[in-house]
């Protein structure tokens, strides 16, 4: 972090302009800074010059200050430059864009002397160079003649202006053939501010005249009115901004707080630590910022992920709770040092995860060693097999597995994710062969980010990633064995995961995929047992009251469930024994449930017969 006085701040905001000496004036030429062959000094921001060694002013045919912009001609020629005389100087910029710091020299200052280009002789000429990337200035260093400079050398990521000034004591001075930016030009942006309250939590008690979150947005004031926006002692705010902010060169944004009277931290103590995101769900800490600050951070001081962008900063409260101050942080604004830009496409993934990073292997439920034609990580990747068939992965007890796309997983209205589970001859899954997963989702892989989505079983296996947070996409998926619901001898086995919006696109093709996926999954289209007869009245239903009339062959224990197009148990509506032969019949109230299609689930020792019906209110 790097700490701002509040008169640099005015400049970073652009309300500071550079003035010319004495009585030369600011030229306003408009070359352009980009030519074919290469980058030039494109515009005089302001310059002096000087006069003669005895006094005299410079002639005319050394003085036209265009002569210095664009392609220097590196031929020594006369009438081809500019002399900057005794005191004089020039500050030129390249029309905007910035020098980028490449391999070796970057940018060369060609001086015109008629004996030549090397140094060594008499009529030498020096000059001093100084270099800015906009808001500050350092001291290069001395040049002789030609001046080769390497903007690694100073504390700078680039350079938007040079200054030369003249320490020649030759007649005329130094003269300014041209300025040329050896590995080319980078375009600038311009710098924005936080322009969204997306979240304000204040903590009382706060004045009411300092409760507007609004007064964080725009440009920041740097003065000492009430255009700003108080925290409270713990109290919280969030912004965004019109775009993303890019992970630039050097520092990113700027943090600025009052305090009347600028007072200092030492003395009147406010503080908060500054927090940025990407999805507005995972927030990583950049650091702290005090009384009366304009602070600069830069977005690769985090450690724990890259962030080529950002879309949001929160700012969390921590004056010291002995504070003098009555009400803690006050936030004037944010400043996004390289501008805001339109958020990239992210590219997306295919319906399939496609790459397993981490295979934790679990135990069988009795702590024993898992069949090795169960742990292969692979068998979790790719199309799933659907299968009862030794093509999936067993997580068992304490185990998991991590997957990833290649791409981002959409987020999409309901279901978004199809974790699709192999129970060998157990068709439902969650109520016969109990099996269960926790899923968690993440856009970055590492601690703190994962989401708790759901847990996932046979029949119930799909998931909204909305539960998990307020996601555009996800890129990773963990799945966990849930030690506690799993009942069977190995866990969890994942055949496969299929990310619904990127397969199908729209909501009604997604939704028809998850219903033709059940009726397969849940045997809708399947034998019926011998023996089990069923029929559904009414179907559909007008008012989601229906009734099922079922008959068995054999004595035994029946279970009737009630099943959504999801696969998800609604009820359970009988679950006792039966007699072969006599006619059962079962009710159930769907009138609280949406229209659609449900499902009786019938499972005897018979077998399972499913009959559909639709609910149509």
């Known amino acids: 972090m790097v700490k701002f006085t509040k008169s640099i701040i005015a400049y970073v905001c652009g309300l500071a302009t550079i003035m010319s000496v004495g009585a030369s004036n600011v030229a306003a030429n408009t070359t352009p ?72 020299a970057d940018i060369m200052v060609y001086e015109t002397s008629f004996s030549g280009d090397n140094c060594g002789y008499s009529d030498d000429e020096y000059a001093m160079i100084e270099l800015s990337d906009g808001t500050n200035w350092v001291s290069y260093g001395q040049i002789c003649r030609d001046g080769a ?28 053939d041209g300025v040329e930016a050896v590995h080319g030009c980078q375009e600038i942006a311009t710098e924005c501010y936080g322009s969204t309250v997306l979240a304000y939590n204040p903590v009382d008690p706060i004045q009411a005249n300092r409760k507007n979150p609004e007064n964080a947005l725009g440009a920041p004031q740097v003065d000492n009115t009430l255009n700003f926006v108080t925290l409270g002692f713990g109290g919280s705010i969030i912004i965004g901004f019109d775009g993303v902010v890019p992970n630039g060169p050097g520092d990113d944004l700027v943090i600025v707080e009052t305090t009347f009277g600028n007072a200092t931290f030492s003395s009147y103590p406010e503080s908060a630590d500054v927090y940025v995101s990407q999805n507005n769900v995972d927030y990583f800490f950049l650091g702290t910022v005090y009384t009366d600050e304009s602070a600069a951070f830069d977005l690769d001081a985090i450690t724990e992920v890259s962030l080529p962008w950002i879309s949001s900063v929160k700012l969390i409260d921590t004056t010291p709770l002995n504070s003098v101050s009555d009400d803690g942080f006050d936030l004037d604004g944010i400043i996004a040092l390289h501008g805001c830009q339109e958020p990239e496409t992210p590219q997306l993934a295919g319906c399939y995860a496609t790459e397993y990073l981490e295979y934790v292997q679990g135990t069988t439920k009795s702590n024993g060693v898992i069949n090795s034609n169960r742990t292969n990580p692979l068998q979790a990747l790719g199309e799933p097999e659907r299968t009862d068939s030794y093509v999936f992965t067993t997580l068992g007890y304490g185990g998991s597995i991590t997957v990833a796309f290649d791409g981002v997983v959409l987020n999409g209205p309901g279901a978004d994710l199809q974790f699709v589970e192999t129970s060998f001859n157990q068709p439902l899954g969650c109520s016969q062969y109990k099996e269960y997963a926790d899923i968690y989702v993440s856009n970055y892989n590492v601690e703190g980010t994962w989401h708790y989505a759901g847990t996932v079983c046979k029949t119930e296996n799909t998931i909204d990633i909305s539960d998990a947070g307020d996601f555009d996409y996800i890129t990773y998926v963990k799945i966990v064995n849930n030690d506690e619901l799993s009942k069977t001898p ?32 849940l045997g809708i289209n399947g034998l019926n047992p011998s023996g089990i007869d069923a029929t559904i009245y009414p179907n559909p239903t007008s008012t989601g009251l229906s009734e099922v009339t079922f008959t068995t062959g054999l004595s035994g224990n029946v279970r009737v469930d009630v099943i959504d197009q999801y696969g998800r148990t609604i009820a359970n509506v009988f679950n006792k024994e039966t ?12 009138s609280n449930l949406p229209n659609g299609l449900y499902m009786y689930v019938i499972t005897s020792e018979e077998g399972t017969v499913s009959k559909k019906f639709v609910i149509a209110k």
């Open 579 to 590: 007699n072969p032969g006599q006619k059962y019949n079962v009710s159930f109230n769907g």
């Open 149 to 176: 400079i390497d903007i690694s050398t100073v504390a700078l990521a680039y350079v938007t202006q040079i200054k030369i000034i003249n320490q020649a004591t030759t007649p005329d001075g130094y003269d300014v």
């Open 33 to 104: 800074s980009i030519e074919e062959d290469g980058c030039f000094g494109a515009n005089v921001v302001a310059y002096y010059q000087g006069t003669q060694q005895n006094g005299s002013a410079i002639p005319a045919d050394r003085s036209d200050i265009n002569t210095m912009l664009g392609a220097p001609d590196r031929s020594n020629a006369a009438g081809g430059f500019f002399s900057l005389g005794v005191d004089g100087w020039v500050i030129i910029d390249f029309n905007g864009a910035a020098v980028i710091d490449g391999p070796g």
């Open 490 to 521: 190995d866990g969890y086995d994942l055949d496969g995961i299929v990310a619904f919006y990127n397969c199908y696109g729209s909501p009604a093709i997604v939704a028809q995929a998850i219903l033709e996926d059940q009726q397969n999954t």
